[in-house]
């Protein structure tokens, strides 16, 4: 019953630090999304995957970098930390994005601040 | 673009029923989710409307109007655990990729009392 399982879950970094957050899922879904939710702002759409090797921009993509080599797994990176991205990140995925109801299954989130 | 609006906070009391109203304004919609997110961990489903009318599922109904641009989530025999965030989300297709993206509004939070 793991479902979607995010490591780091709480992580402090000084601004130009680099890192990378981790999402696996293991209910084979084809989409994965990361998103950052800050207060007020809701949930926000940074990267997206539509399967194996493909990845796509979301609402709010600048200052981070995505890969997605292994079906089941898909990396966030920051490579030059700055305060504007201290936030809960989560990620996300669904078996695809139409059709009936294919809701997107959340991580626990990962919250990272930048000092 | 997307917009998305949704009361920022509201309060019931315990055994009473609350409806949060969701209005939008998308194109290419293809469907409106609702999820309950307790203050500190992940969102989970609550439910899906994509033909206008009712969605029961137990204590929490969930209605669309398209045509309106307009959806509400229902609420009966409010527990206490009830308290949370609702976010309402909107499915539709995404700078023509061919993909189809949610876009979240920025949730009402839900304080229940005694």
């Known amino acids: 019953n793991a479902g979607v399982t995010q490591t780091p879950k709480f992580r402090v970094l000084k601004t130009g630090q680099s890192m990378t957050l981790l999402c696996a899922q293991d209910?084979?879904?084809?989409?994965m999304y990361w998103y950052r939710q800050d207060p007020g702002m809701g949930l926000r759409l940074i990267h997206y995957?539509?399967?194996?090797?493909?990845?796509a921009k979301g609402e709010v993509p600048d200052g981070y970098n995505v890969s997605r080599l292994k079906k089941q797994n898909f990396l966030l990176g920051l490579e030059s930390a700055a305060p504007s991205q201290t936030s809960v990140y989560f990620c996300?995925?669904?078996?695809?994005?139409?059709?009936?109801?294919?809701?997107?299954?959340f991580g626990d989130g990962t919250r990272l601040s930048i000092l | 673009g997307q917009n998305i609006d949704q009361p920022t906070e509201m309060t019931a009391t315990e055994g009473a029923i609350v409806q949060i109203n969701c209005t939008y304004q998308?194109?290419?919609?293809?469907?409106l989710f609702w999820y309950q997110q307790h203050a500190g961990e992940a969102p989970t489903f609550l439910s899906y409307?994509?033909?206008?009318g009712l969605e029961e599922k137990g204590r929490f109904s969930s209605f669309l109007s398209r045509s309106k641009g307009y959806s509400y989530l229902l609420l009966k025999e409010l527990q206490m655990k009830d308290s949370a965030s609702y976010l309402c989300?909107?499915?539709?297709?995404?700078?023509?990729?061919?993909?189809?993206?949610?876009?979240f509004g920025k949730g009402t939070k839900l304080s229940v009392i005694p």
């Open positions: 996300a995925s669904s078996r695809t994005g139409q059709g009936l109801r294919q809701p997107q299954h």
């Open positions: 209910m084979n879904h084809e989409y």
């Open positions: 995957s539509v399967g194996e090797g493909t990845t």
């Open positions: 998308t194109s290419g919609f293809n469907g």
């Open positions: 409307n994509v033909l206008d």
């Open positions: 989300a909107v499915r539709s297709q995404y700078s023509g990729a061919g993909s189809y993206q949610l876009t």
